[in-house]
């Protein structure tokens, strides 16, 4: 018999696209199919992870379009996601039952080896890498959880901890989602590595991530700091902006005195809300990373 899936497509306006991206993110929202008639072509040269069906460009809407699937034993409720979108007046959507195309497999062509600042590589499980250099080689599929390395948020951070990071730092990495952050800490000398998510699922993942990469992390299922009960050297925060901004007022009790604040997952516009969060609560803005309309802060105590 035949598969069947829910796939729900999304069409919207170039200027509505980072709100309907942050909208996806903050509801757990990480795998998905991008249309955007503006990429001359899949966009592998800059190492997104997401995939394209080159025959839609033929009759391509001038603006971006998003397909989300889920099968009948999924949690997902695709009907309930297209009611907010529509309601929050983010972009149109439709939604329908389609035959299984095997989707689960063709987006795999797009998936290439990724080398993400001057250590770190990500690799798809079913691509070989000569690893000449002696990098750290991070194994990891695609999956429902945020993090491949594509999007701009995760590779910032990437490049960010690699450049922050000292041998036998001790990390938190609060919403880990798929834990790829947290593995690359461990890889790269940190000495102990915490997790942390308030999903379930991507605390599953996350481990399993880990375990493949034999990576020891200890992940927790955690409301930001609410299971956590030790400091880090270097707390990573790759969420949204709002969500930030409350991390930032509980992140002294958790941070060494010392300690570096990496955080992302900040849409440009809403930069100025998370610094603004920094300096009330007595922090310095070390360096500011922004790439296309996304922004990761680098932060430490000014009293230190």
Known sequence: MENKWNELTIICQYDLWPRLEEFLYEKDLYSFELIDPRMENIDNDSNRWDFIEEDIFKDAFDGITVKLYSSDDDALDLKEISKEIENKKLGKTYLELIDDQDWRN????????????????????????????DKVVIELDPGMAFGTGGHETTRMCLE??????????????????????????????????????????????????????????????????????SKGDLIIANIVAEIIVVLIDQVRDYLEADGTLICSGIIEEKSALVEEALEKNGFELVEKMTENEWVALVARDKHA
């Open 106 to 133: 063709n987006w795999k062509a797009f998936y290439e080896v990724q080398e993400i600042g001057p250590k770190v590589v990500i690799k798809p499980s079913w691509e070989s890498y000569d690893n000449k250099e």
């Open 160 to 229: 960010l901890l690699q450049k922050y990071l000292k041998a036998d730092d001790k990390i938190l990495d609060i919403g880990c989602g798929s834990g790829i952050l947290s593995v690359a800490g461990k890889l790269l000398g940190a000495s102990k590595v915490i997790g942390a998510d308030l999903d379930e699922k991507a605390v599953e993942i996350s481990k399993k991530n880990a375990d493949h990469n034999k990576a020891d992390v200890d992940f927790k299922t955690s409301n930001l700091f609410s299971e956590i009960d």
